[in-house]
Every structure is written in C-alpha cells, then in structure tokens.
C-alpha cells in the first residue's frame, strides 16, 4: 500500500516564497511571476516581442529597489550600495518602461502588504498602459499566484492572511487633476510610481514625495528624457538633488528589446542624423540641448501628448488638411483635427502611398470618405485644406466639384502678412509652433499608432528656421532640407497646414473632365526664395 501523500499547505508555501521575493525580486520574477524563456523558447535577444521577459535594465530596476529593503536589514547589497529609495530612470522610447513599473508593483504587492499610489499626467496612461501591463504579466505567472490579485478598473488589492482581498492592501491610479488625494500618504511599506514623469506638472511633485512610510518607502520615476528643466531632469543632471536619487539610463548596453531593432535604430539615424535631438532622445535616452533653428520643442510635443484636453466651451469646428504626394518615396497624408477658439485637438492621422497615376483619384475617394466617417458638415464650419501643387490640384477639383468646402492651398503663395512670413507654408509653421509652445495643441492618444509616434516627432524636430534672415523669420524649404538629408516632413506639414487661413471654394466642374498626370513634380511646394 502506497504512503499517504502529505498535504501540501498553500499558504505556508506563499508565506515561504513571500520571506524570499522581499529581498529576491529577481527570482520572484523568473519563478513567479514566469518572466523567463522556458524550455525549447526563444530569448529576447532574438526575438524582441517577448515583451514579458526580463531585459537588463529591468533586472538593475529590480535590484536597486531590492537594496533598499536589503540595505535597511543589514544584508549585502547589490547595485545601490547606499539604499537610496529614490529611483529615477531615464530611457529610449520602446525598452518597455512601463513594463517595469508594473513588475514592481507585482513585488512589492507580493512581498509587503502596503499602499502603491500610481501616477502619470493623465489617467488615460494609467488605464490603457500600467494597469494592462499588470494584468499581462499576471497571465503569465504560475497558477497559484495568480488568484492573489483583484484588478479593477482604477484599483488592485491583494488577498490578506484571510484569503479575502485587504481594503489597506492595493494599489490606486491618481493624476495632477486630484492632488490632494496624493497629499500626506502614509503606511508602514509604500512604493510610490510616476510613469511618463517629464510630463508631470511641478506644482504635484512636493504632494508626490511627502508620501512617508514608517518602515520602507520606495519611489521611483521613469520618463524619456524630452526636457532638461524640472524635477526628473534634476535628478539626473543637478548633482545637489542627483546624489538622493539612485539613477538607470536605459542604455543600448541594457536593452536587448531596442537592441534588437537595428533597422529602426538605423532608419532614424539616416532620417534626422545621429546628433538631433529627436535621436539622442528616443534613441538613446539621452539629454538633448534644442537646435538653435529649431522650430518646434520636443518637450512642447511630449506636453501635448501627456496633458489632458478639456473643452473650452466654444463651438468646435473639424478639419481634414491633405498633403497631397504621387507615390514613390513621399506619402500622402491626411490629418482630422478639432478647432476651438483657443485651442486644437489632434484627433487622428492618416498616411498612404498610392500608386502614381492613381494617387489623384484613390486620395480624393478617401477624403470624401474620412469627410463621412466623421460625419463632417460645411454647414457647422467644416473643411477641407489641400496642398494644390502637383496631384493636389486634381484632388481639388474632385473633391470641389463634389460640393466639399475645399481650401486651396498652395505653401509658396504669399502669407496673409508679407511683413511677417515669407510665404504659407512659413506662416502655417510659426502658428502651428506658437500654438505647441503656449500649450495650445493637443495630440489624442491614438493619433497615429504606436510605432508612428518616432517619425512624426522627427519630422515635426526637423523642421528649422533659415539662418541669417533678419527682416523675419524664415524655414528651411523642403528642397533645402532634402539637400541636407532630412527626410520629407509629409507628417509635419499635414499638421501645419491645418493653420490655413483661407476661406474654401466652391466648384461645378465635371470631376470626368479632370485630367489625372501620371507624373508629378512636388518638390516646389516651398515657391521660390524672396
């Protein structure tokens, strides 16, 4: 007769493995939670869309909060020697950033029981980024850790020594808009999150770093760096507040995710060159001086992105602006934006190459059925702006004689103030940056997808005023920029051609007699230099 199979008792087990994730994070992640290559699967080194698994930085992220427990023990430590419990960690665009706050939350959750405050600039980035990935990796770990967690839609709690999920155990989503539910958080363990923290508003930085714990409190910040003022900027470039801050540079060297993308890396080094800021930024994850001809800041486009659009209460009107291109290596590009009287909202944008000869047709079908999708009306103030050069000014006529309240628009003609701006296009440009500057301009989440955002912000980083004009200022044309290796800003003029200040025409020609080119010439959108 076979001997009694002795029970196994859950909960001693989770309370063993608990005792060792307090000062193993790294095991808890790979053992626990699964966030390994298992047999017979690739590494992530060779296949970078294993977005789960551990990359270098994520294992120093880790280890450094780890310190800060091992530290306050007694125990050696690993890589923050001095068991500071700020972390501040700087990085490229794409090495899974917000992956690694979620695997903190994860340990600390798991090892303490305690309060987790989550914050970013707004709580769209909450609950469509850090939460997801919570849950990602939650289904990804073994079975009986699994049911521990309780994840609601601004909310986590873990389960308490009663099996029931703890009220004082959780984790909570808060945002710039609700300060004063951050103000003097306290418990005996708390782990204190800020994703995307360039674009955190300073005045919320004091409420955020009052949080106190009684015996460990952990903060840590992660962001691009896109500015070199405030207080994430200070904690990697002024010694004075640099030297509480343990910090993480997400380096090539640490990142087998964005190693691993040589073509992309490549792709927008011969784009924009290796020394511009849109590079050093999201390439590299490095501080960037602004080009002194730069038009437009790339902290002014992270503010539009991370700052929450609310109505001013006038009346919206839409916009469609096309920048029209015959195939080839150019794209035609549409782009649907909300106008209020103060401000813009960046809805969506759209890039095709069409075949040439098509392009004029295929374009203008397409605008008509973006005009309809939208439900768009000239009688509410609607419009369409088309760049008139080249395929532009057949996809005029068509949508024209089509009755849509078309808007002429060609970048060389004269400005509405010869004084001020040499042509359109100029005069598109300065307002189009004056309104990125003031705080004006505002990109909804999803206007272009995830792995669009690096080209729009380089196109948008590439555009730059001519030096050595006096009388006014002026932009680099785009056969200038062309000379110069900076790759056509299709995306960029799309958005700065929704500052058109023309009124729209009216047609009644027969779109049948529209004659369609085959070839093109695009390169004179700039007109000539005055």
């Known amino acids: 007769m076979a001997a009694p199979t002795k029970k196994v008792d859950n909960k001693q087990l989770i309370a063993k493995a608990q005792q060792k994730a307090r000062t193993d994070p790294v095991w808890f992640a790979r053992e626990i939670l699964q966030l390994k290559a298992l047999p017979g699967e690739e590494t992530l080194e060779s296949n970078p869309t294993r977005s789960w698994e551990l990359d270098e930085w994520t294992v120093e992220l880790l280890e450094a909060a780890a310190d800060v427990v091992r530290y306050h023990e007694g125990l050696p430590t690993k890589v923050n020697h001095d068991g500071l419990n700020q972390i501040s960690v700087r990085a490229m665009h794409g090495p899974g950033k917000t992956f690694g706050l979620a695997l903190l939350m994860h340990w600390f959750g798991f090892s303490f029981k305690c309060k987790m405050p989550m914050t970013a600039p707004k709580m769209d980035q909450l609950k469509r980024r850090l939460w997801p990935e919570f849950r990602k990796i939650s289904g990804r770990a073994i079975p009986s850790y699994q049911g521990l967690t309780e994840v609601n839609g601004e909310t986590i709690y873990w389960r308490g020594k009663k099996g029931k999920f703890d009220p004082d155990h959780w984790a909570f989503m808060e945002t710039a808009s609700r300060p004063e539910n951050l103000q003097g958080l306290h418990d005996d363990y708390m782990l204190v999150g800020a994703d995307e923290a360039t674009g955190i508003v300073e005045p919320l930085w004091p409420v955020i770093l009052s949080s106190t714990a009684n015996i460990i409190g952990i903060f840590v910040i992660i962001a691009n760096p896109t500015k070199l003022q405030g207080t994430f900027a200070d904690t990697h470039l002024k010694p004075m507040v640099a030297k509480s801050w343990y910090k993480i540079h997400v380096s090539l060297d640490k990142t087998a995710r964005v190693r691993a993308k040589k073509r992309w890396l490549e792709g927008m080094i011969a784009k924009y060159g290796k020394d511009s800021p849109v590079v050093?930024?999201?390439?590299?994850?490095?501080?960037?001086?602004?080009d002194d001809n730069q038009l437009i800041s790339m902290s002014w486009l992270e503010r539009s992105l991370v700052t929450d659009w609310s109505t001013d209460g006038s009346l919206p009107r839409y916009r469609l602006s096309v920048d029209c291109a015959d195939g080839g290596g150019n794209f035609s590009v549409i782009t649907?934006?909300?106008?209020?009287?103060?401000?813009?909202?960046?809805k969506k944008q759209y890039q095709y190459n069409f075949p040439s000869g098509d392009s004029v047709v295929l374009l203008s079908s397409e605008v008509d059925r973006l005009w309809d999708k939208f439900g768009m009306s000239a009688e509410n103030g609607d419009d369409i702006v088309v760049d008139s050069l080249g395929v532009g000014a057949g996809v005029c006529s068509i949508l024209a004689?089509?009755?849509?309240?078309?808007?002429?628009?060609k970048g060389g003609a004269a400005s509405d103030n010869k004084d001020l701006y040499r042509c359109r296009r100029v005069q598109s440009y300065l307002v189009c940056r004056d309104y990125?500057?003031?705080g004006k301009m505002f990109f909804d989440p999803d206007f272009v997808d995830h792995d669009e955002w690096d080209d729009l912000y380089g196109?948008?980083?590439?555009?730059?005023?001519?030096?050595?004009?006096e009388r006014f200022e002026d932009l680099l044309t785009k056969e200038q920029m062309r000379i110069q290796g900076i790759t056509s800003p299709?995306?960029?003029d799309s958005i700065a051609m929704q500052f058109a200040t023309q009124s729209p025409m009216h047609s009644v020609v027969d779109p049948a007699s529209i004659l369609v080119l085959t070839t093109t010439e695009t390169s004179r959108y700039d007109g000539a230099l005055s």
């Open 459 to 469: 196109q948008l980083c590439s555009i730059r005023i001519r030096p050595g004009t």
């Open 436 to 438: 990125y500057r003031d």
């Open 490 to 492: 299709d995306r960029a």
């Open 336 to 346: 649907h934006a909300l106008h209020e009287n103060s401000q813009v909202l960046l």
């Open 280 to 290: 050093k930024i999201r390439c590299y994850g490095e501080f960037s001086e602004e």
């Open 401 to 409: 004689a089509n009755g849509r309240p078309v808007v002429n628009y």
